[in-house]
């Protein structure tokens, strides 16, 4: 066993220098708003069907980390690690302009032990929100008065952020009695979310291409925020049960510090900006707060043990009370639902491997927190995947689940700002039993 977890420790120390030196970016207009694009607590066998989550304990017989619902910890009996990365393709089109890009990262890293045979607890760490976006708008501007002839100039403004938060969560899921479960996670938020806005002015006359001044806000993220659930089983017969699920997280205030800088440039072709001639001003504002918004997940499962799972999540968010450094985010409340399931046409079978796989299929449809020009932006998505099972040992269980998801974000007005993606996540699950002694190994 001590090989196992030298051999597991030395994959986990790996991914976590990857992690280190990787830079999550994303090209999405839309994350200027509120914290970015929220990424969800989900690992990609859940992606694969919508999202599902609140009411999900065990897919399968083998044991899953679902941080979205802290209650389903209660259920985990063997060890469980599950680590993961994305990818990301976006195209964006407005009008006949369009623009292409790709990212990727790694995405989590969770694990979850039991405590007893009625309780059990999970810690790890993934992307809460990212903030990665480019763009220019230009416009000429005339001076002069008179009869004279009126001098023109170019100006563009350049908008760009960068950054995003990060969670890192402790959790613990208790079983009262057969079929109701409870749970909770601590979270720590930190992360930084930097945006830059740039007004270029082209001047021939000085011989010195573009120059202008950048305003730069920065926002250090660094606090504790809550989340909670409970499940409860209801048994239609030895094969087949109900799941209602409920999963929210709470209006907790992290503590954050803003810094403004302003600077005068002269833009000298490079693609971030150019030589930096003065600061004009530099502003620190010191402790300050973000105060998050309460939000609520409902979801229902119907199961038929290990052979299909089907069910249906609601969520909904407050984040109009979003309030970064005591200033209303102007955001509104986001409004979402999924839809999915899965199927295991035989998971003991023995001479054919792909009746043992996990096939996975969801929708999922969300009224997001950003609204413009009185058109809300919505978010829908078809997503699928495949658990593909690996070479077990008699205490260990192995898992690779892939997931794509296909999916449009926008206001859905014609010539509006219009964003396809597709995103694709792979995760690795071990279930082994560790910390018990064995007479034989």
């Known amino acids: 066993m001590y090989k196992k977890i030298n051999y597991i420790t030395a994959v986990l120390v790996l991914l976590a220098s990857i992690s280190v030196h990787a830079q999550v970016t994303i090209q999405s207009p839309y994350s200027r708003y509120g914290l970015g694009n929220l990424k969800g607590s989900l690992l990609p066998q859940y992606r694969a069907m919508g999202g599902i989550s609140t009411a999900v304990n065990k897919p399968t017989g083998y044991n899953t980390v679902n941080m979205a619902n802290p209650a389903s910890y209660a259920g985990i009996t063997l060890a469980t690690i599950d680590v993961g990365m994305s990818g990301t393709i976006t195209n964006l089109t407005k009008g006949d302009a369009s623009d292409r890009s ?21 810690f790890g760490i993934l992307p809460y929100s990212e903030l990665g976006y480019n763009y220019s708008q230009t416009s000429t501007v005339t001076s002069g008065s008179g009869t004279g002839n009126p001098a023109t100039q170019n100006v563009t403004s350049l908008y760009n952020g960068e950054g995003g938060l990060t ?22 938020l930190f992360g930084n979310m930097i945006e830059n806005r740039d007004l270029q002015v082209n001047d021939t006359e000085i011989g010195q291409g573009s120059y202008g001044v950048r305003l730069q806000n920065k926002n250090s993220v660094g606090g504790v925020a809550f989340s909670y659930g409970a499940q409860y ?3 239609l017969n030895s094969k087949m049960l109900v799941t209602l699920g409920y999963s929210g997280s709470s209006a907790s205030t992290v503590n954050s510090t803003r810094t403004f800088l302003a600077t005068k440039f002269v833009y000298d072709g490079i693609e971030d900006g150019g030589t930096t001639i003065e600061t004009l001003d530099s502003t620190g504002t010191g402790k300050s707060n973000l105060k998050l918004p309460l939000v609520h997940n409902f979801g229902i499962v119907l199961q038929k043990y290990n052979k299909w799972m089907i069910g249906a999540d609601v969520r909904m968010g407050n984040w109009s009370d979003l309030k970064i ?7 509104q409340n986001s409004r979402g639902a999924s839809i999915g399931g899965q199927i295991t046409p035989d998971i003991t079978s023995i001479n054919s491997y792909w009746s043992k796989v996990d096939y996975r299929l969801g929708l999922s449809y969300d009224k997001t927190y950003i609204k413009l020009t009185d058109n809300d932006v919505k978010q829908m998505a078809l997503s699928f995947g495949l658990g593909l099972p690996l070479a077990n040992s008699r205490n260990a269980f192995y898992k690779l689940n892939f997931t794509t998801e296909i999916g449009r974000r926008g206001t859905m007005v014609s ?27």
């Open 233 to 235: 089983d209801i048994h």
């Open 325 to 331: 450094n005591g200033v209303n985010q102007g955001l």
């Open 415 to 441: 010539n509006d700002l219009r964003e396809n993606y597709i995103n694709l996540h792979l995760g690795f699950t071990i279930n082994d039993r560790w910390f018990q002694r064995f007479k034989f190994d």
């Open 167 to 188: 969670k890192a969560y402790f959790g613990y899921g208790y079983r009262i009695g057969e079929n109701f479960r409870i749970g909770a996670n601590v979270e720590y």
């Open 102 to 122: 790709f990212n990727a990262t790694l995405s989590h890293l969770a694990l979850a032990f039991p405590v007893t045979t009625h309780s059990a607890l999970s």
